[in-house]
């Protein structure tokens, strides 16, 4: 396996980050476990989770499975920034909240560092300075090796790094956006940034809740036990008609180069400008072979070319920035 610097730190990570969303709902524990150990054995190293997976029963999880001397092998990842419980300060950025989230966090994970800290969600009512000064003493301290962001504006990211070269504190290493081929807006403004500064960006939905899977018939109606299914909201409003089609089109284009499309769309993402690793969320074993045979493929110009006549580069045809707060567009849904 080809392992990759993540951004511009001395760690190689794994092509693929082991997403542990799933653990526990609807990945039932012992299946979870095996999935990471299996993942583990086939080289992957980069595992990501969050304190609001599952109300921590996800790193919870992810802690049990890397007891008993597997915590070295992982470059271990997670997030914080929803609310945990009803308590208004318990939630957010804050120097309070993410102190208290992070010892937490690091109960349920059995560690006493993580290696990739990340804001889940930016918080436009809060300086972020706050945040940043905070994590750098997370940093200092030693609890934490790096600090990422996730679903952050690429403006956001920019002041965070300026500020942090401003006072010396732990700069950023690591973005984690939406991007799929259905939805490619990263690519105007956060790809460029992320290329210019050594930024790592590790892309969440790849399949785009599997659509680009072939999960969704030509009507729109999710096949039973999808994300769109289970949770409804912004997630089923993904899954319009002009992306069903779009989906389906790639579908036909992935078999006629003898493709899975599954496969088909991780291989495209893992070989896209600034980007070191996709997290993928297999709820199996058999979808994370899956997942790692993607690696083998072998894209042609040609075929580059027959996705981006599908979906043009730093366009969208659906909106899976609709949970942000911050993104405001109008998607084509003309053929």
């Known amino acids: 396996m080809e392992y990759r610097l993540l951004g511009r730190t001395g760690v190689r990570v794994s092509p693929l980050c082991l997403g542990a969303l799933n653990f526990g709902e609807p990945t039932p524990e012992p299946e979870a476990i095996a999935l990471l150990h299996h993942a583990l054995a086939q080289g ?13 029963n996800s790193e ?23 609310a945990q419980t009803e308590d208004v300060n318990d939630r957010g950025n804050s120097r309070r909240h993410l102190i208290m989230a992070l010892d937490d966090s690091l109960r349920r994970l ?30 200092r301290a030693g609890k934490v090796r790096y600090i990422g962001c996730s679903g952050f504006p690429a403006w956001l990211v920019m002041e965070g790094l300026a500020l942090s070269d401003r006072h010396g504190w732990a700069r950023m290493v690591s973005e984690q956006p939406p991007y799929n081929i259905l939805d490619r807006r990263i690519e105007n403004e956060l ?8 930024l790592a960006l590790l892309p969440w939905s790849p399949l785009a809740m599997g659509l680009l899977a072939g999960r969704y018939p030509q009507d729109g109606t999710p096949q039973a036990d999808t994300r769109a299914q289970r ?26 180069h003898g493709c899975e499309p599954a496969a088909l769309a991780v291989r495209w993402l893992c070989g896209q400008p600034a980007v070191t690793a996709p997290i993928i969320g297999p709820r199996n074993i058999a979808q994370l072979d899956a997942y790692l045979n993607a690696l083998a493929l072998n894209l042609s ?11 043009p580069p730093g366009s969208a045809v659906t909106d899976f920035h609709n949970n942000s707060g911050w993104m405001r567009m109008h998607v084509d849904l003309s053929d």
Request: aromatic fraction near 10%; proline fraction near 5%.
């Open 44 to 56: 992957l190293n980069f595992v990501d989770t969050s304190n609001s997976y599952g109300r921590g």
């Open 60 to 82: 919870s999880i992810v802690g049990r499975a890397l007891s008993g001397g597997r915590r070295q092998q992982v470059v271990l990842a997670t997030k914080f920034h929803f």
């Open 110 to 139: 059995q560690t006493d560092w993580i290696d990739l800290y990340q804001v889940h969600r930016p918080q436009f009512d809060l300086a972020q300075d706050e945040t940043l000064r905070a994590l750098d003493d997370v940093v």
């Open 191 to 198: 790809v460029p940034l992320a290329e210019r500064y050594q």
């Open 231 to 256: 949770w409804g909201g912004p997630y089923a409003a993904r899954v319009t008609p002009h992306a069903v089609r779009t989906a389906q089109r790639f579908a036909e284009l992935a078999r006629a």
């Open 301 to 311: 110009p040609e075929l580059r070319s027959a996705i981006d006549a599908l979906v």
